[in-house]
Each structure stands twice: as C-alpha cells, then as structure tokens.
Antibody, heavy 128, light 108 residues
Framework: QVQLQESGPGLVKPSQTLSLTCTVS??????????WSWIRQPAGKGLEWIGR???????NYNPSLKSRVTISVDTSKNQFSLKLSSVTAADTAVYYC????????????????????WGQGTTVTVSS | EIVMTQSPATLSVSPGERATLSCRAS??????LAWYQQKPGQAPRLLIY???TRATGIPARFSGSGSGTDFTLTISSLQSEDFAVYYCQQYNNWPSWTFGQGTKVEIK
C-alpha cells in the first residue's frame, strides 16, 4: 500500500513562495496511472483542492489558484511538489497530499476510484 | 465552477440511529461524486466513490446514493467512531474538482 508524507517549512513570510514536498513510499510514483494531488484546509474550515499532476507529468489546477500554483514531480526521488507563490495570510492552512488511481478498461471506459491515500498533513503558517 | 452544497451543516444523532447527509451540486455531476470522512486532527478518509461504491475496507453501514445533482450519504446505525465531519466532492467538472463545505455529525 502506498503511503504519503508531506514535508516543508511550517512558516512562510508574506509575498514569498510556499514549497512543499510529498514523498511516496511503498510504490513507484511513475508506475500505474495515478493523480497525485494537493489539498488544503484552513483551520476550522473545509477542504480546497489545489491541483494534481498525472503520472505522465500533466497538471491541472484549481482556477482560483492557477496563477500562483506549480505542481511538479521528481521520479528519481519518488516525490511530487507544490509551489504556491505570493502567499498571504489566507494561504495559512494544513496542506495534504493525496493519490488516486484511474484507468481505462479494454473498451476505453474511464474509471476513477477517489483519493484513497492521504498524507497526514502539514501545517503552513504565513506570517512575518 | 460547480458549487457543492451540503446539508445540514450539523447533524445531531444518537448512537445506533440512522444518519442521512445531503449533497447538492449546482449542475449535474452524473455519478462522479465521492464522500470523505474526517476526524479531528486526521486526514480525510475515502468512504464512497462513483456516488455509491464503498471504498476498500469501508463498513456496509455506509451507503451512498444519487446521481445528477442530488446525493445522499446514509449511515445506517451510527457507531461511536462515526462522529466526524463528512465532505462530498465532485470530480465530473474536468479538470477542476470541488468539495462541499462539510456536515458535522455530532452526538445527540
């Protein structure tokens, strides 16, 4: 079973770039067909999907964050990363990484089975 | 962007009773809906995908139904470990996914 672990600075100054890494263990980040996602949750609030990267390296981002977000993958380290630029206090949150399997059957029908593996989350505070 | 609206915000239920949670999409998401459970200090856990398919290891007391814009998560007989916050999430609106604001299930 794949396991995920977030890491990165817990404190970022306003206007700087938040950088987090998710390390994948128990499996290869480049095998199979997976979405590797980032999700965040401000204290006491709901979940916000930030974006994802495919095993192929393609990315999709939340339109509300798209101009500031970059998600990338480092297959040699079995990691994927999040960069969020020009942060403000509104970006203070717990940041989670998660994975989801998708596939196409022999008839070309697409299947997606939800984000079934999550990291434990890492708290990032934006403050001077 | 598809907006997901969950109701009620808080649901007070006694152990052993049935809980019914609702999730409504601002436009059709077909059956492309998942439910997650989150306990304090923990990451969310996938319960249901495809609107009605239980994820691996999820007890049968959890069931999902609905399609289009209206969805329901039912917990048939609440156990102590089921008191948590539940989120619905649509994955039909490619490429952007959105979550509902959550329903907190608390002990009555």
């Amino acid at each position: 079973q794949v396991q995920l672990q977030e890491s990165g600075p817990g404190l970022v100054k306003p206007s700087q770039t938040l950088s987090l890494t998710c390390t994948v263990s128990g499996g290869s980040i480049s095998s199979g067909s997976y979405y590797w996602s980032w999700i965040r949750q401000p204290a006491g609030k709901g979940l916000e999907w930030i974006g994802r990267i495919y095993t192929s390296g393609s990315t999709n981002y939340n339109p509300s964050l798209k101009s500031r977000v970059t998600i990338s993958v480092d297959t040699s380290k079995n990691q994927f990363s999040l960069k969020l630029s020009s942060v403000t206090a509104a970006d203070t949150a717990v940041y989670y990484c998660a994975s989801a399997l998708y596939y196409y059957d022999s008839s070309g029908v697409y299947y997606y089975n939800g984000m079934d593996v999550w990291g434990q989350g890492t708290t990032v505070t934006v403050s001077s | 962007e598809i907006v997901m609206t969950q109701s009620p915000a808080t649901l007070s239920v006694s152990p052993g009773e049935r809980a019914t949670l609702s999730c409504r999409a601002s436009q059709s998401v077909s059956s492309n809906l998942a439910w997650y459970q989150q306990k304090p200090g923990q990451a969310p856990r996938l319960l249901i995908y495809g609107a009605s398919t239980r994820a691996t290891g999820i007890p049968a007391r959890f069931s999902g139904s609905g399609s289009g814009t209206d969805f329901t998560l039912t917990i048939s007989s609440l156990q102590s470990e089921d008191f948590a916050v539940y989120y619905c999430q649509q994955y039909n609106n490619w490429p952007s996914w959105t979550f509902g604001q959550g329903t907190k299930v608390e002990i009555k």
